[in-house]
């Protein structure tokens, strides 16, 4: 059984960072794709990004782009999401999962397996 769990989330401030982990057990990672959800309260979960196994392509949800990066330790079976200028849009649980290919996709039906996400809270 694969299990996932995040961490790093908390409250900060308007412009300020939080780097997001995923550990993932059970199975190894390297040879699937990753990804980050999320969903605010009230709103459908979205996407935010991926990486695929080899870290040689990511993929970001154009409300992200330029502030967040995706990367990933595959001997060590994390994902990591790092979040800079965040803003009050921001907040929202964030989910890390796994799709079980190789192609990126932002969609959320196609990844497998998923966490119990880890709360951003950014205020203005």
């Known amino acids: 059984q694969v299990q996932l769990v995040e961490s790093g989330g908390g409250l900060v401030q308007a412009g300020g960072s939080l780097r997001l982990s995923c550990t993932v057990s059970g199975r190894t990672i390297r040879t699937y794709v990753m990804g980050w959800f999320r969903r605010a309260p009230v709103k459908e979960r979205e996407f935010v990004a991926a990486?695929?196994?080899?870290?040689?392509?990511?993929f970001y949800a154009d409300s992200v782009k330029g502030r967040f990066t995706i990367s990933r330790d595959n001997a060590k079976n994390l994902v990591y999401l790092q979040m800079n200028s965040l803003k009050p849009e921001d907040t929202a649980l964030y989910y890390c999962a796994v799709r079980r290919a190789v192609v990126l996709t932002t969609t959320a039906l196609s990844y497998k397996f998923w966490g119990q996400g880890t709360q951003v809270t950014v205020s203005s």
């Open positions: 990486i695929s196994w080899s870290a040689n392509s990511t």
